[in-house]
């Protein structure tokens, strides 16, 4: 994993681009390789965005300051299909440009976990952006990992996630991209 302490230079590539679903925007992950004992692993540090109509690129981040965990394609009418980009990785090792399906649905925001390298390697931030990659607004920071996360109306995304020995539920409002309500769920009997 990447450590600041230690002075090294990243080596980091393009890995290719993935279609944001719906909309004209391409995303790079901008990554190293590590070798591993269980193979070759990538970390993402940044993505690149190309609108296709224009040829415009920028950045997810000025920096590439974190190591970012994972990109949901969070769908534009109400759904239960949130893309996880790292699906390919997991299960399609030829990917072959759809994630599930051939049924394009159209993405209306960007969900990131991403690890802000000055702080802890374990507590992560959650944050949303337009499909274009721009606008980006940190949600929750402190997050251990997310357990779930499922569209509940047109406008809502419900995350079930782990923070600070808690587990916990929020409403975001996705239009604002904002938390409506937090609840702490009941402890387990377990």
């Known amino acids: 994993m990447f450590n ?11 890995r290719g681009f993935d279609r944001i679903e719906g909309s004209d925007f391409l995303v790079s992950p901008l990554s190293n390789q590590e070798k591993t004992s269980k193979g070759i692993k990538f970390v993402t540090f940044n993505y690149l965005f190309l609108n296709t109509q224009n040829f415009s690129t920028h950045w997810l981040f000025p920096t590439n300051n974190q190591i970012i965990n994972t990109l949901y394609q969070i769908p534009l009418e ?5 893309r996880d980009y790292q699906y390919r990785e997991k299960h399609q090792p030829f990917y072959d ?5 051939e049924e394009i649905i159209q993405t209306g925001w960007l969900l990131f976990l991403f690890t802000k390298t000055e702080m802890s390697q374990d507590k992560k931030t959650i944050a949303l952006t337009e499909v274009s990659g721009e606008n980006l607004v940190e949600i929750l920071n402190d997050v251990d990992f997310i357990y779930d996360k499922i569209r509940v109306n047109k406008n809502s995304l419900i995350l079930m ?3 600070n020995g808690k587990n916990l539920v929020s409403e975001i409002k996705l239009s604002e991209k904002q938390i409506l309500r937090t609840i702490e769920l009941p402890e387990t009997n377990g």
Request: aromatic share 16%.
């Open 4 to 14: 600041k302490k230690e002075s090294v230079k990243l080596e980091l590539n393009y």
């Open 78 to 82: 109400n759904s239960t299909t949130i």
């Open 97 to 101: 440009g759809n994630f599930y399906s």
């Open 161 to 163: 996630y782990h923070s």
